[in-house]
């Protein structure tokens, strides 16, 4: 099983806001298997939401410099945002379509996609307009021949956001009915939520494609490594298992150093003359060289094997 983190850990390192700035930092924390993170590339005058093709000029880079690197790319995740809010509506739109025909350019199989919510929605109407939002994604994704994968989350942050356990997800995917639409189940979510890990895969079986892994203490979403919260990941491990879960194991756990502006947690009385504020970036690179050692131990501990 590949073990894979986010290039998501370095984005913010780099004043070049290309998806291609963090593989840079990738070689000195052993990970040759990425998951592309092209969650923040809605931005003002961002090539990927004006007209032109200057966002494949981006992509192209990235495939590159990831030759150069010996590095692969087994995911993706889409922009962030609110498919179901019609503020930037239209901008979030392209953008994921563009990042979803970026995955078939670079040969990344799947990309993961956050649903909408609006606190007015009933949970029919909520699965109603995400299915309409999913199949509206379908032609590309046949033509760039990419699985579009949906995501949990948790009521803590998103309370009207209906997609939080294993049978909620596979119900909605069976719902919608696209062949290319599959399941990323994010870990950490799951256990703010209070999920039963292993309980929720076994009910999302073949249809769970992707994971993000990563940690908290239960009461948000703080992206850090495996170990140092209060996931059980022996669930999660034993779920895997019992479904003969064939994809990828894949970090999305930047923050076990937090800068001191990373959502949910903020350090307090920041001041702009502080020092302390983010460790650099050789540090970043040795905690997240640490996370690879802890997935492989992790791994190994099951009988399967880490690449």
């Known amino acids: 099983m590949k073990l894979v983190t986010t290039t998501g850990d370095f984005y913010s390192y780099y004043s070049d806001k290309s998806i291609a700035a963090p593989l840079d930092a990738m070689p000195a924390t052993g990970f040759s298997h990425l998951d592309l993170s092209m969650y923040s590339i809605v931005y003002p005058g961002s090539p990927w939401i004006e007209p032109g093709d200057g966002w494949k000029k981006e992509v192209e880079a990235c495939a590159v410099k990831a030759a150069y690197y010996g590095q692969d790319f087994c995911q993706a995740h889409s922009p962030g945002g609110n498919p179901l809010r019609e503020e930037g509506r239209e901008s ?14 670079l ?37 760039s021949g990419v699985d579009l994968l949906v995501e949990n989350s948790s009521a803590v942050w998103n309370p009207h956001y209906y997609l939080m356990t294993g049978e909620e997800m596979a119900e909605f995917v069976d719902y919608v009915g696209m062949p290319r639409l599959k399941i990323n189940w994010d870990t950490g979510h799951a256990n703010v939520q209070g999920c039963d890990q292993y309980h929720d895969i076994l009910a999302m079986g073949d249809r769970l494609k992707a994971l993000h892994v990563h940690d908290n203490i239960g009461t948000g979403d703080s ?16 779920g895997l298992l019992a479904i003969n879960y064939k994809g990828d194991f894949t970090f999305e756990a930047g923050n076990t150093f937090r800068a001191s502006g990373c959502w949910p947690h903020y350090r307090q009385n920041v001041q702009s003359d502080d020092k302390l504020s983010r460790v650099p970036l050789k540090l970043q690179q040795k905690v997240m060289a640490l996370m690879r050692e802890v997935g492989i131990w992790m791994l190994e501990s099951y009988g399967i094997q880490p690449e």
């Open 223 to 238: 992206h850090m490594m495996p170990m140092t919260g209060t996931l059980n990941f022996d669930m999660l491990m034993k």
């Open 92 to 105: 979030l739109i392209l953008a994921t379509k563009r990042s979803i025909e970026a995955c078939g350019m």
């Open 107 to 143: 040969g990344i199989p799947h990309i993961a996609i956050h649903a909408g919510e609006r606190a007015e929605l009933s949970r029919e109407q909520f699965r109603e307009l995400n299915a309409d939002f999913f199949k509206s994604l379908g032609d590309v994704a046949e033509k």
